[in-house]
């Protein structure tokens, strides 16, 4: 028996999903957003808001924002810190928990209706082109299915999404700060890089406690992460004792050109594999893609379009490049980390260039382009010797 009929379900209540949700219901159509857990709920992540990210959204992220960072501290391997500061804001520091609550409450004004704490079983498209979300309290049946529920979502399980092309795994914890934040990151963030294999990690500052963690990837950091995590902190004057609520998560990356839509289906964010290979950070892409989603569903349902192939010709545009382009420079960055932190920490210009990138002044395609014409077929080509060299050093191992 079906318990409701709706023009579209979103499955995921995380910032692509309630994005997706709001900008379709602004456009007048009926919207369902279901979320499994109850809200406010936490979930894994470092809760770091970009200027970038943030300037995607039609409102003020004021009202969530615990930390506005406008620096960094940089350390690699077991080197000492350098400081670098951006004289204005480069990421907002907030909590998933009260982000994710603050992005629905805004849907939910668009006229978007949010039912938490109920879990999606399994989809299925009809003949008719209709779909049933089928959950443990019912089915919806509706003309478009979105998929926000992450790497593992069973939108893309349930439909034959092609999974992601590889992933990353982190780890991460909070400190309580019950005196207050340290000094020494209040307003910026800790980088210590090339603490695994593949990977780094990180101190980020909030309201009342302080944010570490440590990812890298699966095939070499997954066993390791735990261990990473108690020396990230010890490096830093942290008691690894003090840490509460660990939890790990994956980080998908996505194949270049790997499907985001089926017919009357697709995939935003996390679900999607929209992952920035260097930097590990999913919030931008996820807003990104939820909002680019929209229009290709309203000319969908109205029947101006027979299907949401716009949406992957919009991606594939204006994100897809730049995705391609930090993944040359993370498999570069992961296996020759030193000549990029030199430049970070003695050229200003490239200093100038990475805080355009989080700003949104710029991208990755504008950094490589700015080493001249030949910047990027050195790029493909250094991140060609660089996969066959980290092909060799773990298959030694």
Known sequence: MLASERTVVVVGGGPAGS????EIAAR???VLLLERHRF?????????VTVRAAALLPFDLTPVVEQVVDGAMVRLGGGSDFVRDAGRPLTYM????????????KAQEAGVEFRDGERVRDVTRHADGSYVVRTDR????CRVVVGADGANGVV???LGFEPPMETAVAIEADI???EGIPSWIEGRVALALSVLPGGYGWVFPKAGHINVGVGGRTQVAGRRLRQALDALCRAYGLEPQAMTGVRGHRLPMQRPGAPVALEGAALVGDSASLLDPLSGEGIHAAILSGAALAPCVDDYVSGAVSDLDGYGLT????LVPELVTSRQLMEVFHVLPSPAVSLMRRSDRFWRHLCEIVCEEAGYDDLVRSRGPWGPPLLRLAAGLARALDARLRASR
């Open 19 to 22: 994005t997706a949700a709001r």
């Open 28 to 30: 007048g159509h009926e």
């Open 40 to 48: 406010p709920r936490d979930k894994p992540c470092g809760g770091g």
């Open 94 to 105: 907030t909590q998933r928990s009260r982000l994710d609550a603050f992005l629905v409450e």
């Open 138 to 141: 019912g089915a919806h049946r």
């Open 156 to 158: 893309a399980g349930s």
């Open 176 to 178: 309580r700060c019950p």
């Open 315 to 318: 991606l594939a545009r204006e």
